[in-house]
């Protein structure tokens, strides 16, 4: 789930990967740019039809990329201690289709500015880039990182 915000001419990463995987997969994109995985956030995915068409999709792989708009000098502060809880929660929506998707977790990209799109210069889930990996492994998730 990503957008690919600001990528034009088939360059997001959705585009991108259903070239690399080619014709044997069908890459759907439910990204709304803009979006929070946090239930909390100021424009939480969780909210969006997006994702209602994402987790009734029935995929056989899902890829989830979300945590940069988390960031948010406003909402970071106050609620990162909420994400990993947040992200678990999602990916077992994922993990009840009926289809037993893989999933796989990718680490959001890194803001190399400090305040750019008034964000800060964190990463979620890099302050501990374990957290992913706990999500994987001890929630019994199924999932990839």
Known sequence: ITAGYLSSCGQSYPHQLQRM?????????????????????DH???NTSAFASASASNADVVVLMLGTNDAKRWQWPKL???YEGDYGALISVFKRMPSKPAIFLMRPPPLYRDGVYGMLQVRPGSSSEPSL??????SSTGAHA
């Open 80 to 82: 990162h201690g909420e």
């Open 44 to 46: 939480p995915y969780w």
């Open 133 to 138: 990996n706990l999500l994987c492994a001890v």
């Open 21 to 41: 995987l080619g014709p044997a997969y069908r890459v759907t994109n439910f990204g709304v740019g803009g979006t929070t995985l946090l239930r909390k956030g």
